[in-house]
């Protein structure tokens, strides 16, 4: 297996915290190999004033990780423009935020990393610096030329938002049976190469409340959701739906269906949130590389305070490793 490429995001955030936990953890969270791209210096400085006991390497190439990997945090140097404080992010560390992910999509696309996981950015600070893109994943999708798919996952829950970052009100003129159709292809290609599910279940939400009653409280199940369901179905794939949203997450229904695909973005997210908000991880579906990243934010309030929960990060190594086993199975 090639080690894991992970990426520093902000440095000022929680990211370098829940890098030395997650190497602490290892073992008893059965993770592979995996090294930072990141400042060496600072994480040692950081593991020190956290009381965290992780001695750090620095190292030339990938191929080295997984030789110390059992005793030691393999890191790749990433060149940072300003001293960090924790909670007080730089547009100067911007440019080594963003270095980060690009030497990771190099690596993995030359085969030297087996998928990228990446630590939280915060887009302000990198706007700031003039950075151009509307987040992470278009950043990703950008430089790997690839079709992004958000997809939230845990051991409970998967779901995908159709629209995400847009206004509530934009969200029926950015639906259309063209969009429905190539992101549940989508969905449904990754769950079967990178989750191992020979015969993914599909369930689709409605738009509306009750999905549209029939055409009384909205049109766009009938016109819009149904239409694009049906090609689908008579593609093969196995998809349900448009269902009401309100039904759709109870213990009983979540054993139907193996992704849950949703109109907007709280639709989706705030089930899996509420399920299980300490192990969801963010996957980027549709890239030629594999994306995995913690379902949280840069959490500048408690960075540097040493109570940064790592479950997610870990959730998102795991997974990002099992996710490349199967790939490179499959080839």
């Known amino acids: 297996m090639l080690p894991l490429a992970l990426t520093m995001g902000d440095p000022a955030g929680i990211g370098g915290e829940l890098t030395l936990k997650s190497w602490l953890a290892r073992q008893s969270a059965g993770l592979g190999v995996f090294f930072a791209l990141d400042d060496p210096a600072r994480l040692e400085t950081l593991g020190q004033s956290l009381g965290l006991n992780v001695p750090v390497k620095e190292i030339a190439a990938p191929e080295e990780a997984a030789g110390i990997f059992d005793t030691t945090l393999p890191v790749l140097p990433i060149e940072l423009g300003a001293a960090v404080k924790p909670g ?19 690596l993995t696309e030359a085969r030297r990393a087996g998928a990228i996981v990446t630590n939280p950015i915060h887009k302000g600070v990198l706007y700031r610096a003039g ?18 798919v958000m997809m939230l996952a845990s051991p409970l829950l998967k779901v995908v938002p159709l629209t995400i970052h847009i206004p509530l009100a934009a969200v029926p003129a950015a639906l259309g049976r063209a969009l429905i159709e190539e992101k549940t292809r989508i969905v449904h290609r990754a769950l079967q190469e990178n989750f191992g599910i020979a015969e993914p279940r599909l369930a689709v939400a409605g738009l509306n409340p009750h999905a549209g009653e029939g055409g009384s409280m909205g049109k766009e199940e009938e016109e819009i959701i149904q239409p694009a369901l049906e090609t689908l179905r008579c593609d093969g794939i196995d998809v349900k739906g448009p269902l009401s949203a309100d039904t759709m997450f109870h213990v009983k229904a979540r054993e139907t269906y193996d992704a849950a695909l949703c109109m907007y973005h709280d639709q989706a997210l705030i089930p899996i949130k509420t399920l299980d908000f300490d192990r969801g991880v963010n996957v980027t579906l549709g890239l030629p590389v594999i994306r995995t990243s913690p379902d949280h934010g840069t959490a500048f309030d408690i960075a540097g305070k040493g109570i940064a929960n790592p479950a997610s990060l870990i959730e998102a190594l795991r997974l990002a490793g099992e996710m490349a086993a199967r790939r490179s199975s499959s080839k």
Do not use: Q, W
Not at 88 to 106: F, H, L, M, S
Not at 131 to 148: I, M, N, R, W
């Open 131 to 148: 950075f151009k893109h509307p987040g992470h994943t278009e950043f990703l999708a950008a430089l790997t030329g690839g079709t992004p």
């Open 88 to 106: 007080v992010p730089d547009p100067a560390n911007a440019p080594g935020t963003i270095a980060a992910i690009e030497e990771a999509v190099k």
